[in-house]
């Protein structure tokens, strides 16, 4: 995940990217003969990297970023909590949980349209919610999404050109707007406690039986309700 704080009038940005586990990856070649020839990945050998990238150009002043290791979970917690928004720019992930922790410390989120958290903000709280996802996917039929546009296979080789530009655009918007973004973060917040208990989803699931689903995809809507998914 990625945490930024937004510092006095000038809205100097800091940006924390947490979560960066070592690895050791072929430094630049194919075959490697030992341990001792494969570089080493980690949240320092990152930040350096970040801050070579990055110090050189003007345009980036009042930006900075502190890479962050692995850490447990009340660590993230508290990382929520002292940040002003939360960003996922993670795609084709299935269903994210970062989103949703976020608005559990009362700030804002910035996600993917893709994932399957951007997706669920979209179809269901839009009115709230639709500022907090990036539409940062080119198809080649435009818009409204449907199910065929965001298969693999159909995909052009333009289709994420635009990720760039609309995350840069995103993330000045959110600075600009943080705190109207995150009074809708807590509003959208308390609809989901109301309308995605544990009883909601309990009774979906036994609504989910009716014979009037046979052979039909279904989804948990909100308060319970079960509903097909649309293909378009």
């Excluded at 809205?11 to 070592?22: A, D, F, P, R």
């Excluded at 075959?31 to 949240?43: H, I, T």
């Excluded at 917690?77 to 269903?95: N, P, R, V, W």
Aim: hydrophobic residues 40%.
């Amino acid at each position: 995940g990625v945490i930024f704080r937004s510092q006095g009038k000038k809205k100097k940005v800091l940006i924390k990217v947490i979560g960066i586990s070592e690895r050791r990856l072929p430094g630049g070649v194919e075959e490697v003969d030992s341990a001792d020839d494969l570089r080493v990945v980690n949240a320092d050998s990152v930040q350096s990297w970040v801050r070579g990238v990055f110090e050189v150009q003007e345009d980036w002043n009042g930006v900075s970023f502190d890479v962050k290791p692995t850490m447990p979970k009340t660590q993230v917690d508290a990382e929520y909590k002292s940040a002003d928004g939360i960003l996922t720019a993670a795609y084709f992930e299935h269903f994210g949980l970062v989103p949703f922790e976020a608005l559990t410390s009362g700030r804002s989120f910035l996600v993917s349209e893709l994932s399957g958290a951007g997706q669920f903000v979209i179809e269901q709280y839009s009115d709230l919610g639709g500022e907090f996802v990036v539409k940062d996917f080119a198809p080649a039929k435009g818009r409204k999404l449907k199910s065929e546009d965001l298969k693999l296979e159909t995909f052009t080789r333009n289709v994420f050109n635009d990720r760039p530009e609309a995350w840069t655009q995103a993330m000045a918007s959110l600075v600009e707007n943080i705190e109207d973004r995150n009074t809708k973060a807590k509003q959208l917040a308390e609809r989901l406690l109301q309308e995605y208990t544990l009883e909601h989803f309990a009774q979906s699931v036994v609504h989910a039986f009716d014979e009037q689903w046979n052979e039909k995809t279904t989804c948990q809507a909100p308060a319970g309700v079960v509903k097909v998914v649309s293909e378009d």
